[in-house]
């Protein structure tokens, strides 16, 4: 991109032909002039949103990259950590924690006065290994997941301000995933899982308290088993605070069937937390593909969308948006999904991207 005036192509035109007004985001580049418009581009995210802007971040980004670490400092208020606070990351041995990339990330938090949002106690896909192997009955194995939530919600009480309590638990329409050993060893799982959020809130009481899995708002078949489960939850009075779902979606996900899924989840009444927000747009997975001028308005639209889709949840029910990385340049896609990708807020060089400002049109 060498020009700062952003001359829309035919191709650009088309695509705000087929998209009603309040869709529409005009595209801007980093160090663009501010129009002085209702979303100044200087305003910053933060600034806006009424509620946390969060990312996924780690250490060693932050500790070795300054353009990295002051991106994060400019653009949000809450962190997570991206695998230092899980279970496999801290739970080193039998007898004993690795505290210190956790220790940093919390630390780096409050020097900067941003909260942190813990992620996650109990996911199967965390188990360590020596934890897999020690092949625990369901006795044996509720008391040592008890002792660690303890251990580490005690840790960073009053520090951590959210937990991710249990992450994924259902498969994709709805069934209880059958990778979990914890399917086998209880004979209610939910009700292990129950106890897992009691155990938390007993550790600290003012922590807001998630269950946290993907493909929520589209997969009718698992919001239905999560808003079972949060349902049973609430009669027998587990403490539950909030549901996360994670918004790994693209730009050609179907955007009334997320809106109709968010409105039936956020019915649950629960704190709702996008909580690791991206958007792919190599939807064709073609190693030609090109991020030009079109696909960069189309996730501007996307984020637009969903910025303003949360946006009209009741007040009392937002918490925050947490996008799943910082920048382009470092996102887990490009490890896992196998194809050119940009599906962040800020290029591989940490200008704003035309998403950035989508977003920021979003909000209120
Ligand atoms: O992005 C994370 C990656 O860096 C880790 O290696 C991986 C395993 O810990 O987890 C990834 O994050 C996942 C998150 O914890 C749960 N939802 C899906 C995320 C992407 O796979």
């Known amino acids: 991109m060498t020009s700062k005036q952003y001359i829309l192509g035919a191709l650009t035109a088309l695509l705000f032909a087929s998209c009603s007004d309040d869709e529409k985001v005009v595209l801007k580049y980093a160090d663009e002039g501010d129009t002085g418009g209702p979303n100044p581009i200087t305003q910053t995210l933060k600034e806006k949103a009424k509620f946390k802007i969060g990312a996924a971040v780690k250490m060693k980004d932050l500790q070795n990259e300054a353009n990295y670490k002051n991106a994060v400092l400019k653009h949000y208020n809450q962190i997570t950590g991206e695998f230092e606070m899980k279970m496999a990351s801290i739970w080193t041995s039998s007898t004993a924690y690795n505290y210190t990339a956790a220790d940093y990330l919390v630390g780096f938090a409050q020097d900067n006065k941003m909260e942190v949002h813990g992620h996650t106690l109990v996911w199967y896909d965390s188990f360590p290994e020596w934890f897999k192997k020690a092949q625990y009955d369901s006795i044996a194995f509720e008391a040592k997941v008890k002792i660690y939530i303890t251990d580490v919600v005690g840790r960073y009480k009053g520090k951590v301000k959210s937990w991710d309590v249990?992450?994924?638990?259902?498969?994709?329409?709805?069934?209880?995933?059958?990778?979990?050993?914890?399917?086998?060893?209880?004979k209610d799982p939910i009700g292990f899982y129950g106890r897992c959020f009691r155990y938390a809130k007993a550790a600290d009481p003012d922590a807001k308290l998630f269950y946290n899995d993907y493909s929520v708002v589209m997969d009718a078949g698992k919001r239905t088993s999560i808003k079972k489960m949060v349902a049973r939850f609430k009669a027998n009075g587990v403490p539950i605070d909030g549901v996360g779902d994670q918004f790994h979606y693209a730009t050609d996900t179907n955007r009334q069937t997320m809106k109709t899924g968010f409105t039936d989840l956020a019915s649950t009444g629960l704190l709702i937390h996008i909580s690791e927000l991206d958007i792919k747009v190599n939807t064709g997975k073609s190693d030609s593909y090109v991020f030009n001028d079109v696909e960069n308005q189309k996730q501007a639209e996307t984020y637009k969308y969903i910025a303003a889709m949360y946006e009209e949840l009741?007040?009392?029910q937002k918490f925050a948006i947490s996008t799943w990385g910082v920048t382009d340049k470092y996102t887990w896609l490009t490890s896992?999904?196998?194809f050119k990708e940009y599906p962040l807020l800020l290029d591989a060089d940490y200008n704003k991207k035309p998403a950035y400002q989508g977003f920021l049109d979003g909000l209120k």
């Open 336 to 338: 896992f999904w196998h």
């Open 314 to 316: 009741p007040q009392t």
């Open 166 to 186: 249990v992450n994924e638990v259902f498969a994709d329409g709805g069934a209880m995933r059958n990778e979990t050993v914890i399917n086998s060893l209880f």
